[in-house]
């Protein structure tokens, strides 16, 4: 078998989960947990699951060694990388890069400790995106939360994705139609797959409203739902 990585683990609260992976034992095995930054719809399984799987976490420093530090995360299995680096902890054919997203990134201890009172968001570092590279040379680019910036040019310069999961739901990031423009103009992979849409109803916007925006862009729109799986 090969290697399960995760990225932002929110199943067990998320109103999109199907009802099989509301329990977190039914995705088996992970290697990697990749955090993108600490909102409460990012975070929320990531104690729970690393100490389930004993998964290696990876996010920058900031909020990864604050949730060691209060007892969330397990330091010896905790890795703190920041924008800029490369790491090939799961083995030289599979590089992980973080970049840059244009998002804020607050710790959000209400989603580790439900019974917290008082303030609520704790310092959490800034935001990112990861760039996945496997041995076969397909990549994969996760741009987490963001707003559309300029510098995404510069992940299509130096990584080349294939293909993007790119967040379309508006209102916390992107909506379809600035999704549309970075993926055509910035970002230029073969293949999209939207995410953080749906979830609630302020972000209720549509992978069918991404495809209109991207006209006859050559990109294709993979419409995946919660549960499907999808193989390269
Ligand atoms: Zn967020």
Known sequence: MGKVIVIDPYLTKN???PAKYKDLK???K???ILVTHGHVDHITDLPELAKLTGATVVGVPDLVYNLVSLGFLDGSKTIGMNKGGTMTRLGPGIKVH???ADHSSPLDLLAIKPDTTGVRNIAGGAPVGYVL???SGFKIYDTG????FGDMALIHRFYKPDLALVCIGGHFTMDPEHAAFAVRELIRPKQVIPQHYGTFPVINRTP????TALGDAPIEVLDVKPGEAVRF
Do not use: Q, Y
Not at 208 to 211: C, G, P, R, S
């Open 30 to 32: 992970v290697d990697l």
């Open 145 to 148: 939360d963001t707003a559309v």
């Open 26 to 28: 039914a995705l088996g």
């Open 208 to 211: 069918a409203e991404l495809k």
């Open 15 to 17: 109103p999109r989960t």
């Open 98 to 100: 973080i970049v840059a």
């Open 133 to 135: 590279e496997f041995e």
